[in-house]
């Protein structure tokens, strides 16, 4: 089969190899769509922590076809140990002991039953391969106040995890300002009923959805007293940011990190994007041939904010 192998640091082949062995209970998954992501991005650049060894199989937004029962499915990146603490609090995305699943750019995939949610009728397999990011959007959502106690949101940072974001604060009746320095990214997010800005101030709630140390800070400059920061968007490894102590004491404001979802928010997703609760085809770039991937992933996340739909057959 196809599939698209990182061999090192920005060294990226689409070559023949051997089809997936599944071991264990895993199953066999035809890929029909796979999307790119930031993360894509950084392990092309400089490897990623849940990278196996070189050469290894990556790509995260999985959708795909079982073969053995034919039933379509959305390939979710990781299964918890459900054994852990987090895991028995009931909190499996920070799951100190996930199962990764990887390997989306490619013809087939192996997958462990358990990663496997089943696609809604009418959803096209790039829409559900974009439910693995929404989860993570539904998460952090999940992670801010109610819309009642928080009716007016900013989100820093306007690339898919942003505009995702956004789109669910809005279909929740919240007014939601996107904050972005690229004004297509501002276009993209009025365009989906947010108002944008080059910078945010005086929120309920802010969303950080860039992940660098100075938009954290400026974050949790954002917000109003008694507000909330849910910081969505992941620093390099080693990151330090400094924030200051005022606000986080004298108008305890509520800082909280949002990491990855749970099983039931990937169904979430998938729910609402098969109702076009959240249009995913405002973020969709191509469709793009595994040969292609190398040098869309080398183009970076810069201009609009925009996922390519990758169809490894
Ligand atoms: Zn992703
Ligand atoms: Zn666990």
């Given at each position: 089969?196809?599939?698209?192998?990182?061999?090192?640091?920005?060294?990226?082949?689409?070559?023949?190899?051997?089809?997936?062995?599944?071991?264990?209970?895993?199953?066999?998954?035809?890929?029909?769509?796979?999307?790119?992501?930031?993360?894509?991005?950084?392990?092309?650049?400089?490897?990623?922590?849940?990278?196996?060894?070189?050469?290894?199989?990556?790509?995260?937004?999985?959708?795909?076809?079982?073969?053995?029962?034919?039933?379509?499915?959305?390939?979710?990146?990781?299964?918890?140990?459900?054994?852990?603490?987090?895991?028995?609090?009931?909190?499996?995305?920070?799951?100190?002991?996930?199962?990764?699943?990887?390997?989306?750019?490619?013809?087939?995939?192996?997958?462990?039953?358990?990663?496997?949610?089943?696609?809604?009728?009418?959803?096209?397999?790039?829409?559900?391969?974009m439910a693995e990011p929404l989860a993570a959007a539904v998460h952090a959502v999940d992670r801010a106040p109610a819309p009642a106690i928080a009716p007016d949101a900013g989100v820093l940072g306007g690339g898919p995890m942003g505009q995702m974001i956004a789109a669910l604060l809005v279909?929740?009746?919240?007014?939601?300002?996107?904050?972005?320095?690229?004004?297509?990214?501002?276009?993209?997010?009025?365009?989906?009923?947010?108002?944008?800005?080059?910078?945010?101030?005086?929120?309920?709630?802010?969303?950080?959805?860039?992940?660098?140390?100075?938009?954290?800070?400026?974050?949790?400059?954002?917000?109003?007293?008694?507000?909330?920061?849910?910081?969505?968007?992941?620093?390099?490894?080693?990151?330090?940011?400094?924030?200051?102590?005022?606000?986080?004491?004298?108008?305890?404001?509520?800082?909280?990190?949002?990491?990855?979802?749970?099983?039931?928010?990937?169904?979430?997703?998938?729910?609402?994007?098969?109702?076009?609760?959240?249009?995913?085809?405002?973020?969709?770039?191509?469709?793009?041939?595994?040969?292609?991937?190398?040098?869309?992933?080398?183009?970076?996340?810069?201009?609009?904010?925009?996922?390519?739909?990758?169809?490894?057959?």
């Amino acid at each position: 089969m196809r599939a698209a192998i990182l061999h090192g640091p920005e060294d990226l082949r689409v070559e023949d190899v051997p089809a997936p062995e599944p071991r264990g209970d895993e199953v066999l998954v035809r890929v029909d769509a796979a999307t790119t992501c930031g993360t894509d991005v950084k392990m092309w650049r400089r490897g990623h922590p849940i990278l196996p060894p070189y050469p290894a199989r990556f790509g995260h937004e999985t959708a795909g076809t079982r073969t053995d029962t034919g039933e379509r499915v959305l390939v979710g990146d990781s299964v918890a140990c459900g054994a852990c603490r987090p895991c028995r609090a009931g909190r499996p995305q920070i799951c100190r002991d996930p199962r990764w699943v990887l390997g989306g750019f490619a013809e087939l995939i192996a997958a462990p039953p358990a990663a496997l949610h089943p696609v809604p009728d009418g959803l096209d397999a790039a829409g559900a391969a974009m439910a693995e990011p929404l989860a993570a959007a539904v998460h952090a959502v999940d992670r801010a106040p109610a819309p009642a106690i928080a009716p007016d949101a900013g989100v820093l940072g306007g690339g898919p995890m942003g505009q995702m974001i956004a789109a669910l604060l809005v279909a929740e009746g919240r007014t939601v300002t996107v904050a972005d320095r690229h004004a297509e990214r501002r276009v993209q997010a009025e365009a989906l009923g947010a108002a944008a800005a080059e910078a945010l101030a005086d929120h309920d709630v802010v969303f950080e959805a860039v992940g660098r140390p100075e938009a954290w800070r400026a974050a949790v400059g954002a917000a109003v007293p008694g507000g909330c920061v849910v910081f969505a968007g992941g620093c390099a490894a080693g990151s330090d940011a400094q924030l200051p102590t005022r606000p986080l004491h004298y108008d305890e404001l509520d800082l909280r990190g949002a990491f990855h979802h749970a099983p039931a928010e990937v169904d979430r997703a998938l729910a609402l994007l098969a109702e076009g609760a959240v249009d995913w085809r405002a973020l969709a770039a191509g469709p793009i041939e595994l040969d292609a991937l190398p040098g869309a992933l080398a183009a970076g996340n810069d201009g609009p904010a925009r996922k390519w739909v990758v169809l490894p057959r």
